[in-house]
């Protein structure tokens, strides 16, 4: 897996979200994970989504304290690091 940009993150982790979980309300950056009915066992299941998709470990938790940004550049890290 080549490294990803956070501009290429955002829209990737934001359509895995929608996917999996189809939210009532906009995903905007900012957006705390747990506001879009994302939990601790559902955080799992959206890090091995991205795990699928992308051929790295994401790290989730804790889902109360993350944001959909912070999802992001957590992906970006881990393709830099793969």
Do not use: C, H, W
Not at 5 to 26: C, K, M
Not at 28 to 42: I, K, Q, Y
Request: charged share 20%; no cysteine.
């Amino acid at each position: 897996m080549t490294a990803i940009t956070y501009s290429e993150a955002l829209p990737a982790v934001q359509g895995s979200i929608n996917a999996l979980f189809n939210p009532d309300q906009p995903i905007e950056p900012d957006t705390a994970l747990n506001a879009l009915g994302v939990d601790d066992l559902s955080g799992l299941e959206l890090a091995a989504y991205l795990e699928d998709r992308f051929g790295v470990e994401v790290n989730v938790a804790p889902v109360g304290a993350s944001t959909v940004k912070d999802l992001a550049e957590e992906l970006v890290k881990a393709t830099a690091n793969a």
